[in-house]
């Protein structure tokens, strides 16, 4: 089966201060699948943080992330199936359920929440990550 890589980079761009040297892509094509890597509150075109201290703000712009990739990679926001939603605080649980509930509304995936200690970079509050198909 062929794999098709969306937008690959190498994580040494992606966090020049951290000593990574890793390829990656934001999303993966296999067959009808679409695997999408962790979204967060960051410019896919920049690597700029936007939103911090914001995590309503972040969860805006994961989705907005979510949304391009999907249609680059021929899917879209009603094909999702599964999200993992992380935060590294339950209080903000509310306000980032609302967004993505306002981006998701109708599409009944299913969906798990979790709590970590923290993220790839201390600014970030809140990941998505999502499996969709190609309808």
């Known amino acids: 089966m062929e794999h098709t890589r969306i937008r690959p980079f190498n994580t040494k761009k992606t966090y020049p201060e951290q000593s990574l040297d890793n390829d990656l892509a934001q ?3 296999a067959g009808n699948m679409v695997f999408l890597r962790g979204q ?3 410019n ?3 690597y700029e943080s936007v939103g911090i201290g914001d995590a309503a703000a972040q969860t805006e712009q994961a989705m907005a992330n979510i ?3 999907l249609e680059e990679a021929g899917s879209k926001l009603e094909d999702i199936c ?3 939603v992380y935060l590294v605080d339950v209080r903000y649980r509310e306000q980032v359920y609302n967004v993505i509930g306002r981006w998701l509304k109708g599409v009944h995936a299913v969906s798990t929440g979790l709590t970590v200690t923290a993220l790839a970079r201390p ?3 809140v990941e998505v990550d999502v499996i ?3 309808s």
């Open 27 to 29: 999303a993966v094509v």
């Open 67 to 69: 949304k391009m990739l």
């Open 82 to 84: 599964k999200v993992t």
């Open 40 to 42: 967060i509150g960051q």
């Open 132 to 134: 969709a198909v190609k």
């Open 123 to 125: 600014e970030w509050l």
């Open 44 to 46: 896919l075109d920049t």
